[in-house]
């Protein structure tokens, strides 16, 4: 694991202008992937996202997703995308492991999530949001 403590304020000045860069880059990354995005919601691909939101979703019933309170009892750690409902809580992570295969020059999916697993802690830091 990489030692963050060492970024120095000029490094992360560096970041800065990075992310700057990148989120002008990535909305055009993601409107091109709409298509795989519309198979995986419409289940025309798979996706272990999907397979879990809609087993989620049958383990508390239908029901008790539209409660929100009770939804989060029951799954507290699960991410939460508001009135934009469970497709999103897919399409978010299934989003974000298409561009991790990019950046690293197109590696399997299976692959570009576990390093989005195992990068999550680099990512809180790097990208830290300074009202956190």
Do not use: W
């Not at 419409?42 to 087993?55: I, L, M, T």
């Not at 409902?85 to 978010?92: R, Y």
């Amino acid at each position: 694991m990489i030692n963050l403590i060492y970024i120095t304020e000029s490094a992360r000045t560096i970041v800065e202008q990075y992310e700057f860069c990148l989120v002008h880059k990535l909305s055009n990354r993601i409107t091109e992937l709409k298509s795989d995005l519309l198979k995986i919601i419409k289940g025309q691909r798979h996706s272990e996202f999907r397979v879990d939101a809609v087993k989620r979703i049958q383990e508390i019933g239908k029901s008790k997703v539209g409660h929100p309170l009770l939804y989060q009892i029951n799954y507290f750690e699960s991410f939460q995308p508001g009135y934009y409902g469970p497709k999103v809580q897919v399409l978010v992570p299934e989003t974000a492991i298409r561009l991790i295969a990019e950046d690293l020059g197109g590696i399997p999916l299976d692959m570009a999530k576990n390093v989005m697993n195992d990068s999550v802690e680099f990512g809180f830091y790097v990208h830290k949001d300074s009202n956190t």
